[in-house]
């Protein structure tokens, strides 16, 4: 297997990388190594929630998604990749961390719940890059990644989290085990959220955004929750030829010089000129009063 030079360097770095070095070593493989994969993985991410009912009613009745699908969508990506480049204790990745605990400040749910949403983040990419990538992470990386969200739930109080990758799997696939199943709100956060995939494709390829997504999960169980088609072996087959030919491609070419994420930055239609910090976040948030008319379905 013909790999360029540049690419097998990067990995060996990550390989032999300082674990105390684990937020430059998550960054290079976010930003970098595995950029496109992880990217991907954040984006399947976001889907899972919509298959857990008490999470999925909590969504819909704040109505950010339903109302703002856009929106919601790319600022979640933008406060996820704003920790990552900047780091956790950096004046824009404390920013981050207030919004966040600002916005889950009264919103409801278990322990279980919030960590199952950290930890779809964490997770979801890294299977993802395993199946699919370029190549698979190394173990440093999937370490250096375990360890920025274990901080990341510790500033955000979140009770018990894994110490390492393996024991986040483990609590990820019990969790969905117990709670995934179909429920009319997350049936509603999923049509409104599959309209954000179809206006990133070409036009000729948005009737096919279900159907590539379906290929994408490769799981049943979750697709049927989310009311999504089921995946066939055609549509299978045809990711599988696709990600190959991609990966080809990739192994040949240099290690890009310039980072997947530009904190700030132009870079989607929501916000054509860049962004402000305070641009960011939602425009409904959860209150003591909201939260007592809810109840979970």
Not at 178 to 193: K, V
């Amino acid at each position: 297997m013909r790999i360029n030079r540049s690419l097998a360097e990067s990995a060996r770095r990550q390989t032999v990388a300082n674990p105390e070095d684990w937020e430059t070593t998550y960054r290079q493989m976010v930003l970098y190594d595995l950029a496109a994969d992880i990217e991907l993985g954040f984006f399947l991410a976001y889907y899972r929630n919509f298959a857990v009912p008490s999470i999925a009613a909590t969504l819909q009745l704040n109505g950010e998604i339903i109302q703002r699908p856009v929106k919601r969508s790319y600022d979640t990506a933008i406060v996820t990749y704003e920790l990552i480049c900047n780091g956790l204790d950096s004046e824009r990745g404390r920013h981050m961390t207030r919004l966040l605990n600002h916005v889950h400040r009264h919103v409801p749910g278990s322990q279980d719940d919030f960590l199952y949403v950290l930890l779809t983040l964490l997770v979801v990419p890294i299977r993802w890059a395993r199946a699919h990538g370029w190549r698979v992470p190394t173990p440093t990386e999937e370490s250096a990644a375990t360890r920025f969200y274990r901080e990341l739930g510790s500033r955000m109080n979140i009770g018990t989290i894994p110490s390492t990758f393996a024991e986040a799997e483990r609590f990820f696939d019990d969790y969905e085990r117990e709670n995934i199943a179909h429920s009319p709100g997350g049936a509603e956060l999923m049509d409104s959220t599959v309209q954000v995939l179809k206006s990133r494709l070409p036009a000729p390829a948005r009737p096919l955004a279900k159907t590539m997504l379906t290929a994408m999960f490769d799981d049943d169980r979750l697709t049927d929750a989310l009311g999504l088609p089921r995946t066939t072996q055609l549509s299978k087959a045809t990711l599988k030829t696709v990600l190959k030919a991609r990966n080809a491609i990739h192994r040949r070419r240099p290690l890009s010089s310039k980072p997947h994420f530009v904190p700030g930055e132009a870079g989607s239609s929501l916000y054509p000129n860049g962004y402000r910090l305070d641009d960011i976040g939602p425009e409904n948030i959860m209150s003591p009063a909201s939260q007592s008319n809810h109840e979970p379905s």
